[in-house]
């Protein structure tokens, strides 16, 4: 009966197996630590063996490991910058981030100006001068024969001179002078049709620049504390690994320090100065036609259709010294065109590139 008792409060352990392998434990009820038993001591090394069938290889970088970003700059990307068209994102980043442009290239504009011929009117001669001797004559006695103020050109008799008259002995009449014409009210005009005003190439830009993003397969792991994982293209090396931020700004740090500053655009600011025509008319003249008559009427031909201009005062000898002067009129007033100097259409302005962005790449042998 003693025995009995002692058996059981001892701990009763039996070890049966049944399905399986899984053992069964049997324990009273006043041992609970029963339910945590301790390992066999042989289970250290299978133990350790269990530990090891866990994932423990390190990540691998599927494309290339590149330095950490500096601050406040975009995270690593790849650029491409071509004189060209832009080229498409590569399969390993295909992405495409943005398209920019640099190496903006803009020539001052062709400017030019052009005037028209000169416009202008014409007045009549102010003087008619007879004299008593020819034409050219030192010391001849001059006698008037002036024509009316504002005189029209059409028949007048002022000032006339009889047949006979006599100056100094001579007759007063053996050669006539007559004035010149005078040009006035002279000015030229900008011709806008022959005007070349912003004619110039277009700008263009030397280089278009496109930036790609992509992940590895890998993701951004496995390059250790001092980088991450990017995309790594085929080749062509076309593309750079690159960061990027908005503004002209300096590159920082040692591991992104190529500088490139692109733009998203332009603004054409070119122009050229107003065109103006010079006061100063040149090459223009008046001629005309100048009749003198020997009566008051404008009937009797002394002389008929003597040519006169603005360049020179006219003289001529009367072929019957002595004759009346008795009327005048002037036909045929004709203007000639000059020329101005054009002035102005100076190039002004340039071209902005809008909007900058810097790119700071690795060096190209990294």
């Not at 065109?275 to 100048?290: F, L, R, Y």
């Given at each position: 009966m003693t025995y009995q008792l002692k058996c059981f409060g001892l701990l009763l352990l039996l070890v049966l197996w049944g399905c399986g392998n899984e053992p069964i434990l049997w324990c009273h009820v006043d041992e609970p630590d029963c339910l945590n038993p301790s390992p066999p001591a042989d289970a250290g090394t299978d133990a350790a063996e269990d530990a090891g069938d866990g994932d423990t290889e390190a990540k691998i970088c599927t494309g290339q490991c590149v330095p950490?970003?500096?601050?406040?700059?975009?995270?690593p990307i790849l650029v491409a910058r071509t004189p060209g068209a832009a080229v498409e994102c590569p399969p390993e980043a295909p992405h495409h981030h943005f398209t920019k442009y640099a190496d903006l290239v803009a020539g001052p504009l062709a400017c030019n100006c052009a005037c028209k011929p000169s416009t202008g009117s014409c007045t009549l001669p102010a003087t008619m001068t007879a004299g008593n001797a020819a034409c050219y004559t030192s010391g001849a006695v001059p006698t008037s024969f002036d024509?009316?103020?504002?005189?029209?050109?059409?028949?007048?008799?002022?000032?006339?001179?009889?047949?006979?008259k006599q100056c100094g002995g001579k007759p007063c009449v053996e050669s006539l002078t007559i004035g010149p014409m005078v040009a006035v009210d002279e000015g030229c005009e900008v011709d806008e049709l022959e005007i070349l005003t912003g004619q110039g190439d277009e700008p263009t830009w030397g280089l278009t620049v496109v930036a790609c993003?992509?992940?590895?397969?890998?993701?951004?792991g496995g390059c250790g504390a001092g980088g991450k994982c990017a995309p790594a293209?085929?080749?062509?090396?076309?593309?750079?690994?690159?960061v990027y931020k908005e503004d002209d700004v300096p590159c920082e740090g040692e591991n992104y320090t190529d500088r490139l500053v692109v733009y998203t655009g332009f603004d054409d600011k070119r122009g050229c100065t107003a065109?103006?025509?010079?006061?100063?008319?040149?090459?223009?003249?008046?001629?005309?036609?100048?009749s003198i008559y020997k009566?008051?009427?404008?009937?009797?031909?002394?002389?008929?259709?003597?040519?006169?201009?603005?360049?020179?005062?006219a003289c001529f000898d009367v072929t019957l010294p002595g004759a009346a002067l008795g009327s005048k009129s002037i036909s045929n007033v004709t203007y000639h065109a000059g020329t101005c100097q054009p002035a102005g259409g100076e190039p002004i302005g340039?071209?902005?590139?809008?909007?900058?962005?810097?790119?700071?790449?690795?060096?190209?042998?990294?």
């Open positions: 950490f970003r500096p601050l406040g700059w975009s995270e024509p009316p103020a504002d005189w029209d050109g059409s028949c007048s008799s002022s000032n006339a001179i009889a047949a006979g993003e992509g992940y590895p397969e890998s993701g951004e293209p085929a080749p062509p090396p076309e593309f750079r690994v690159c065109c103006e025509c010079s006061p100063e008319v040149e090459g223009s003249m008046c001629t005309a036609m100048a009566d008051d009427a404008c009937v009797d031909p002394l002389l008929l259709g003597y040519s006169i201009s603005s360049l020179k005062e340039e071209v902005e590139a809008l909007r900058p962005s810097t790119i700071c790449c690795r060096p190209k042998d990294n």
